[in-house]
């Protein structure tokens, strides 16, 4: 069963996930980062072996990411080895939380809402830059040139997606109505 989260936490059991990986791409998100930035080479490698023999080598990737910041170099070093070594495929990523960089104001007046405290006294919850928003495919390709493999992976891997804006809409069961009643 499925464990409940607080708003804005909601997660998902790797039992629950493993029990319906059949045909899901997976990204490896941010389940690497600690142990990588830690040295946790036991923690890795067995997250990384529980995710491919879940997902197979061909849907499972690991994310490529750098947001200026200097434990990202470590970070990008250690997934670019664990790519190598796992015979896994790297994918480029940019967390994204606003539009353009000059829209990180309010993403840091939203965090101060969320979390009752004023923008002087935000200290460690917000970001310590403004690279957290949509870049443009050309700057993804430039930023991650020594990796162009990341950059021809995030393309296959939205071809191999299907979707489409018109998916989103929602779909409502239909309910019989007494005669002259509507839904």
Do not use: W
């Not at 979390?115 to 970001?127: H, I, M, P, Q, T």
Request: proline residues 5%; hydrophobic residues 30%; glycine residues 6%.
């Amino acid at each position: 069963s499925l464990q409940s989260y607080p708003k804005g936490e909601a997660r998902v059991s790797i039992d629950h996930i493993m029990r319906y990986s059949e045909g899901l791409i997976a990204l490896s998100g941010t389940t690497l980062y600690e142990s990588i930035l830690s040295d946790d080479q036991m923690t890795t490698e067995l997250t990384i072996n529980q995710l491919c023999e879940t997902f197979g080598n061909d849907n499972f990737y690991l994310e490529l990411y750098h947001h200026q910041l200097p434990q990202h170099e470590k970070y990008c070093k250690g997934i670019i080895s664990h790519a190598d070594k796992h015979n896994v495929g790297l994918v480029a990523t940019n967390d994204v939380y606003y539009r353009t960089p000059d829209d990180r104001r309010v993403q840091d007046v939203l965090t101060c809402i969320k979390n009752g405290v004023s923008l002087d006294k935000a200290n460690g919850l917000l970001y310590p830059n403004n690279e957290r928003y949509l870049k443009p495919g050309s700057l993804m390709i430039a930023k991650f040139a020594g990796t162009p493999t990341a950059i021809a992976n995030t393309s296959e891997i939205a071809e191999r997606c299907q979707f489409a804006l018109k998916d989103l809409s929602t779909v409502l069961p239909d309910f019989p109505v007494p005669n002259g009643e509507t839904s």
